[in-house]
């Protein structure tokens, strides 16, 4: 299996672009995870999903923010508009009930200027 | 206010020597905890987990040790090689295994050869 798959590696953009974020997870996994990691805040749980539905996502930090999983093989965060605050590395995450952890993508470096 | 905390941002250790890295949690509830790996421009990669029912884990060079009463556990990794510098999370969930977790800041390891 490739693991988790994510996309694009790294973004830059301008403030107020669109941008999205786009993950596949590993085949036969029912939970997706979507992590942000800054310095001040370490890595911080976003949104997740269980079998496509959205479960919890008490972690979004404001309206511009939006997720979703159209399918089991894939997910998009979205950012709109984006201010240079939402600068930080995003990861996707997948698991299943019969995992005893998530299994991580390489992430999206976003930069927003 | 952080539920997981790794109060040692870094950690230099000598190669062949034990390498032991802390964290503390706040949340009585949490009854699961992982420890991840992370190399620079990767995600965050399972390294052994403890359940709260245990004090101690092993797997090879890595034990974690739980002290449920002081709310505390540490990784132990001996000997530690140059190969296991990276940053190490703490990461702590309740009653859904691996779902939902809440990572610490993490500890940057230096093992000098």
């Known amino acids: 299996d490739a693991g988790v798959i994510q996309s694009p590696r790294h973004e830059v953009t301008e403030m107020g672009q669109e941008v999205t974020l786009r993950c596949k997870p590993i085949s036969g996994h029912d939970y997706l995870f979507w992590y942000r990691q800054t310095m001040m805040r370490g890595l911080e749980l976003l949104i997740y999903f269980n079998n496509n539905v959205p479960i919890d996502d008490s972690g979004m930090p404001e309206d511009r923010f939006s997720a979703k999983m159209p399918n089991a093989s894939f997910s998009t965060l979205k950012i709109q508009p984006s201010e240079p605050r939402d600068s930080a590395v995003y990861f996707c995450?997948?698991?299943?009930?019969?995992?005893?952890?998530?299994?991580f993508g390489p992430g999206t470096r976003l930069l927003v200027l | 206010d952080q539920q997981v905390k790794q109060n040692s941002p870094s950690l230099s250790v000598q190669e062949g020597r034990i390498s032991i890295l802390n964290c503390d949690y706040t949340?009585?509830?949490?009854?699961?905890f992982l420890w991840y790996k992370k190399y620079p421009a990767e995600g965050p990669t399972f390294l052994i987990s403890i359940s709260s029912i245990k004090d101690k884990n092993e797997d090879g060079r890595f034990t974690v040790f739980l002290n449920k009463s002081a709310k505390h556990l540490s990784l132990h990794i001996v000997p530690s090689q140059p190969g296991d510098s990276a940053v190490y999370f703490c990461?702590?969930?309740?009653?859904?295994?691996?779902?939902?977790?809440?990572f610490g800041k993490g500890t940057k390891l230096s093992v000098i050869p």
């Open positions: 995450a997948s698991s299943s009930l019969a995992e005893e952890t998530q299994y």
């Open positions: 949340n009585s509830m949490f009854d699961y």
């Open positions: 990461a702590a969930s309740s009653g859904a295994g691996s779902y939902q977790l809440t």
